[in-house]
């Protein structure tokens, strides 16, 4: 039997080595006296400093919660690190633009071929972009393919009248875009 009491022990042990330990006994309050300082946490070498004996209790500061975090509104965060972002589409058409100011060159086959793979590439850009700037890149899609057809005789018609559309076109998506 002693094998079982000595478990009831440990387990008793445990326990109370688990359980928080009792409050000490406050003194009952008696009205309108007072009382010599037992504060520990006074700071005054001065047993005699009386305080009132009603005081209110305070909280432990093991079961105290931490004051609630005031109701201010949050400022907003600007990071000059980062850039800002451009709507979807812009920087496939911006790359498909630089590309046909690149290898257009000055011979109309050459243009035509530009002009062609520009089309191309911008109804790629057409597929990423939404709203104005989907439309706008459209637009400039639709004017590339005219001006190829112009270039390589297809249409009849001047192509410097399709080029000075498309650049109205893209001066109006750098604004979309927010290009320079």
Do not use: H, W
């Not at 009386?50 to 907003?76: L, Y």
């Not at 498309?166 to 927010?178: K, P, W, Y």
């Amino acid at each position: 039997m002693s094998g079982l009491a000595g478990v009831i022990a440990a387990v008793v042990a445990l326990v109370a080595y688990l359980m928080p330990p009792a409050p000490p006994p406050q003194p009952q309050p008696q009205p309108d006296t007072v009382a010599p300082s037992t504060d520990p946490q006074s700071s005054s070498p001065d047993p005699v400093t009386t305080r009132p004996a009603r005081r209110t209790p305070r909280p432990s500061r093991e079961s105290s919660t931490p004051p609630p975090p005031s109701p201010t509104p949050a400022a907003p965060v600007s990071s000059p690190l980062l850039p800002p972002v451009r709507p979807g589409g812009c920087d496939d058409a911006a790359a498909a633009l630089t590309a046909y100011r690149r290898n257009a060159g000055t011979v109309r086959s050459s243009q035509a071929a530009a002009a062609q793979q520009t089309y191309r590439e911008l109804m790629g850009a057409v597929l990423d972009a939404e709203g104005v700037v989907q439309a706008k890149i459209s637009r400039l899609a639709q004017e590339f393919q005219e001006l190829n057809f112009r270039l390589t005789g297809m249409v009849g018609s001047d192509p410097n009248q399709v080029i000075a559309d498309i650049n109205t076109d893209v001066a109006e998506l750098n604004r979309l875009c927010g290009s320079p």
